[in-house]
């Protein structure tokens, strides 16, 4: 069977290594991919983006599965036009993507269904969002509510910090119509975790849990990003809190979204805060897989997520399991210079080949943001690599993926050093 991965982050590098690994895949295309995806022998770069060459395509290279990986073209309705093209196609319908294109409408679904999340407001008129906030007090988070790529959220500590991203997102339009509309919601302290789920519009197949980090520097400071690590397991999803997540959480989610009409069929994403009672809420929903969490979960799934894929097409998820490795899997992204505000592309990356099975088993290197021309591979987005390691425990794979790092250099390259530091401290350090 031919399959079709969408997108060209590392998202989708990973997805693609792993959907090859499949006995049941001949040939694997990304749309359009990156540089790793390029040099990579078990995979095809395809220039394509628009949906409807993606169907002819499709069509035309006798295509049995497409798998979405990026949120933009879902909330778009690639699936749609796939499943009226009559092409077999992994992920939600336009409608069903509205969990992650609009936060006012996840905010609304999560109250009617009795889903535990922050209390919010949501805004259109900069001067009534100036007066909540003013009535209101921080701290705030203020999230513009359309789709962002991972930066449209301000964690606001004050009322200054609340109101200017008011005015950036509504006057200014910092986020064009993304943020035409904002969302303003209580903070949250606690502990926050990725909980990732396959559905087949009745069913749920949870994946290993995971964590990343989304502050741009050491210690959980600086601008929010798409993220710049991830690991997995999270400590922080116990088993006690995982049947919690699921039967709280996924399950009614996926039963509302079937009750209103629009069954979840996809990988649904659930960014879960912990307090230190317990409690739960829920921050976010993403209609995908996070980025960078499915670099570290798919290095640890040891079934065929093919099979996965067409038990949920099939609507029968609920006789299957997930097998896991044992070991921890740790993703430390490497950033251009200038991200998130304003990253550089062109500066040559070096000492990639230095990154190898021979000298690194235990890592592999999924590229997100490169190009390759006749000088060779060079930065060409915000989140250019993903150096992801595995390891008998958190700190071993932790030491590998740092130390795989040290043979890889661009101008400007940007990473934290502490990814991994909220499991550690909870282990205790443990080696």
Not at 49 to 65: N, Y
Not at 323 to 332: F, G, H, K, Q, Y
Not at 334 to 343: K, Q, T, V
Not at 390 to 413: H, N, V
């Amino acid at each position: 069977m031919k399959v079709l991965v969408v997108g060209g982050g590392g998202r989708e590098h990973a997805l693609a290594w792993k959907i090859a690994q499949s006995p049941r895949v001949t040939h694997v295309f990304v749309a359009p991919g990156n540089a790793g995806t390029a040099a990579d022998a078990d995979l095809e770069n395809i220039d394509v983006t628009d949906a409807d060459e993606l169907v002819a395509f499709a069509k035309r290279e006798g295509v049995g599965l497409t798998v979405v990986g990026p949120e933009a073209p879902l909330a778009a309705g690639i699936v749609d036009a796939f499943t009226e093209a009559r092409l077999r196609i992994f992920g939600p319908t336009r409608a069903a993507a509205q969990l992650e294109s609009s936060k006012d409408f996840a905010k609304a679904f999560m109250v009617r269904h009795g889903i535990p999340t922050a209390a919010y407001r949501t805004f259109t008129d900069a001067r009534e969002a100036h007066a909540y906030i003013d009535a209101h007090g921080a701290p705030l988070v203020v999230k513009a509510d359309g789709l962002a790529s991972g930066k449209g959220v301000v964690v606001a500590m004050t009322s200054a910090d609340a109101h200017a991203a008011v005015d950036a997102m509504l006057d200014a339009g910092a986020f064009g119509a993304a943020g035409a509309r904002v969302v303003v919601e209580d903070f949250i302290e606690g502990e926050e975790a990725s909980f990732i789920v396959m559905a087949d519009g009745r069913h749920a197949l949870p994946l290993a849990s995971s964590q990343d980090h989304k502050r741009l520097a050491d210690g959980d400071r600086g601008p929010n990003t798409g993220g710049m690590g991830a690991y997995s397991p999270a400590p922080v999803v116990t088993p006690t809190m995982h049947a919690r997540i699921m039967r709280e959480v996924i399950v009614p989610t996926i039963e509302g979204m079937a009750e209103e009409g629009t069954p979840y069929r996809g990988f649904l994403y659930a960014g879960v805060m912990i307090d230190a009672t317990g409690a739960l809420r829920v921050l976010e929903f993403n209609c995908r897989l996070g980025d960078p969490e499915t670099q570290p979960i798919m290095v640890r799934l040891r079934s065929d997520l093919v099979v996965l894929i067409e038990h949920a097409l099939a609507g029968t998820l609920d006789r299957v399991d997930a097998e896991w490795d044992r070991r921890s899997a740790m993703t430390v992204v490497l950033a251009a210079a200038g991200y998130p505000e304003a990253p550089r592309r062109g500066d040559a990356i070096e000492g990639l080949e230095r990154v190898n099975r021979d000298t690194h088993p235990d890592v592999t290197v999924f590229h997100a943001g490169t190009a390759k021309d006749a000088e060779g591979v060079k930065v060409a987005g915000g989140r250019v690599l993903g150096v992801t390691a595995l390891g008998e425990s958190l700190r071993q794979a932790q030491r590998a993926a740092y130390a795989a790092i040290a043979s890889i250099r661009y101008d400007g390259m940007q990473y934290r050093s502490d990814i991994g530091h909220r499991a550690l401290a909870r282990r205790g350090g443990a080696s």
